[in-house]
């Protein structure tokens, strides 16, 4: 069983979040810890990701969402350290009408392809990133992309609690990396 890793974005991905639920419903799933969350410094994070990676028994597997997608793409570019493959969750638009003004340090990430297998889900109406962007940045990284319709940004406020068709995803995409 592969160690498995959860990126959430800006903010720490809340009591409501998918994540979270993960992460009580799987004990192999462990968050990453930042300085803040709600500040993030690219250089934190990805030293935050190289932590827990290094505590890893075998090459983790990342679940990433939002600012945390971009955080791959970085720390992909940086590392020489192997993971298992990355699971990137509504990937937001550095370049779109709505980013995230508190995460600077974050834009402009690396694009290029990655070299671990990646899957890319992304909603067709997120307000932090086009399905133009998703399709491209799918491209880019040689990630699969899924599409699973209208849901936002796939947060606690698109009302999919649990996100029990993300597990399925996410179930499938790890069963395909042994």
Known sequence: MSDIITLPGLGGSGEGHWQTLWERRDSQMRRFQPASWNKPELADWIA???????RAKTPPILVAHSLACQLVAHW?????????????VA??????????????SFANPP???????SLLVA???????SFDYAKE??????????????????????????????????????VGLT
């Open 111 to 117: 694009r290029r392809r990655l070299s671990f297998p």
């Open 123 to 129: 909603s067709t109406d997120d307000p932090f990133g």
């Open 48 to 54: 935050a990701l190289d932590r827990e990676i290094s």
């Open 137 to 174: 940045s799918a491209a880019v990284w040689g990630s699969k992309l899924i599409d699973v319709g209208a849901l936002g940004h796939i947060n606690a406020n698109s009302g999919i609690g649990e996100w029990p068709e993300g597990y399925a995803l996410f179930g499938d995409f790890r």
């Open 76 to 88: 992909a570019a940086s590392t020489a350290a192997r993971i298992l493959g990355a699971f990137l």
């Open 91 to 104: 990937a937001p638009d550095p370049t779109g009408e709505v980013y995230l003004a508190e995460a600077p």
